[in-house]
């Protein structure tokens, strides 16, 4: 089965009725749920993504894959979950993840990176560098 544009057009409608800066918000607060329990380093590509995500400059579509990446990664209902299907379970997410970075991976300016140092800082404290 061929996917046209007809076969799309509803739920990038739907897409473009979302209260994108409340959903932003709750997806904020899921992302700070997720870093207290996985850590700096795993937090970081989801808070890059977010920031993505709120750029004025992202496209509706993009805005549609990042979210439904971070959503699919962090949230704990899967495909595959990891408790039944171990490494499968992970690879699903591993997936889901780079298939939105493929997409937004050139979108991710120096400034994001700034932010998502800032907010890990404020989350985890300051970066220590081992001399």
């Known amino acids: ?10 739920i990038i409608e739907h897409f473009e009725r979302i209260n994108w800066n409340a959903e ?5 607060e899921l992302l700070k749920k997720y870093a207290k ?3 700096r380093v795993a ?12 750029d004025e ?3 509706m579509r993009d805005k549609a894959l990042i979210y439904g990446s971070i959503i ?31 997409r937004v991976k050139n979108k991710i300016t120096p400034a994001i990176n700034s932010k998502v140092e800032e907010t890990l800082d404020e989350w985890f404290g300051s970066k220590c560098e081992v001399v």
Not at 1 to 10: A, S, V
């Open 37 to 39: 329990r996985a850590g």
């Open 72 to 102: 699919y990664v962090i949230l704990p209902g899967d495909l595959l979950p990891r408790s039944v299907f171990k490494f499968l379970g992970i690879v699903d997410d591993i997936g889901a993840f780079m298939l939105a970075y493929n």
């Open 1 to 10: 089965m061929k996917i046209t544009p007809d076969m799309l057009r509803p």
């Open 24 to 28: 932003m918000n709750n997806v904020f």
């Open 57 to 59: 400059n992202t496209t």
């Open 43 to 54: 937090a970081k590509p989801m808070l890059q993504f977010y920031y993505v995500m709120i």
